[in-house]
């Protein structure tokens, strides 16, 4: 790599489940011109509200990506094949006819996903999917299995810790101990994870639910962070998908589904 590919840095945000509280953060990233992608399933076992299309189409106004989240957001791991291709195929077909456009990008519903969801997504025509595996800012990651770098959210250590082990990513924990441990708390972390992109380039990723952020009264720490890492003339702040366009202009052959 070289060192205009070592200086590259994006931001990009994601916010999963397309509740109602996505139209009041959608503001929030407007205001800063923050670019995000919204992952909306069509309806939620869990009772939660779903954003409708009228809803949808004025996001994708505001400038913003809409991406699929299943049928029910349901974990897919264990489905057979025929339910796993309708909540992965159904949800992209609806909403690319509520919102005449082609949906790109797909979400894992709960970070969950095996080599067989995998398939299935990239069967399914989407360019490619999102994790929950947190702490990643490199340019070089397989398009189905895109990670983040943190979650708006207020985690102890022990849930960091546990995410980099399912990613058995050992550099990572130690990384961790070294440079991250020391944060006092979730907007700390972000911005140290922030300034290391500005340092040496790469991904800044943030994901979230705003239906989480709402019920913590986190808007304020959000704000803050939002207006931490906005509006830097050094930074392309792109949708998910397009982050995977850029990184595929300098990594082509990081576009294997393995």
């Known amino acids: 790599m070289n060192v205009m590919k070592n200086k590259i840095r994006i931001v990009s945000t994601s916010w999963d489940d397309g509740h109602p509280c996505d139209l009041r953060l959608a503001e929030a990233l407007s205001k800063r011109s923050l670019a995000a992608t919204f992952y909306v399933p069509l309806a939620n076992q869990e009772g939660r509200i779903v954003l409708e299309g009228a809803d949808l189409r004025e996001l994708l106004r505001a400038g913003f990506e809409i991406g699929a989240h299943t049928v029910s957001h349901c ?15 159904d949800s992209k077909r609806f909403l690319e006819d509520e919102l005449g456009r082609e949906v790109r990008m797909f979400c ?3 970070g969950r996903y095996n ?11 989407f360019l490619g999917a999102r994790t929950t595996h947190m702490f990643s800012r490199h340019l070089e990651f397989n398009p189905y299995r895109m990670p983040t770098s943190l979650q708006a959210f207020p ?12 990613q058995r990513d050992l550099g990572g924990v130690f990384h961790y ?15 140290t994870l922030f300034l290391e992109v500005m340092e040496h380039g790469g991904i800044w990723h943030l994901y979230g639910h705003s239906w989480e952020i709402d019920e913590l009264g986190l808007w304020d720490k959000l704000d803050e962070l939002f207006d931490f890492v906005s509006n830097r003339p050094d930074v392309i702040y792109v949708p998910n998908s397009a982050v995977l366009d850029l990184t595929r202009g300098i990594f082509p052959a990081a576009v294997g589904v393995a």
């Open 177 to 191: 101990f070294k440079d991250y441990v020391r944060c006092k708390n979730w907007v700390e972390l972000g911005k």
């Open 75 to 89: 974990v897919l791991c264990g489905l057979s094949n025929r339910n796993l291709f309708d909540e992965v195929m």
């Open 108 to 110: 894992y519903p709960c």
């Open 155 to 166: 985690h102890p250590p022990f849930n960091y810790l546990k995410n980099l082990s399912r």
């Open 115 to 125: 080599q067989k969801v995998i398939d299935c997504v990239a069967k399914a025509g």
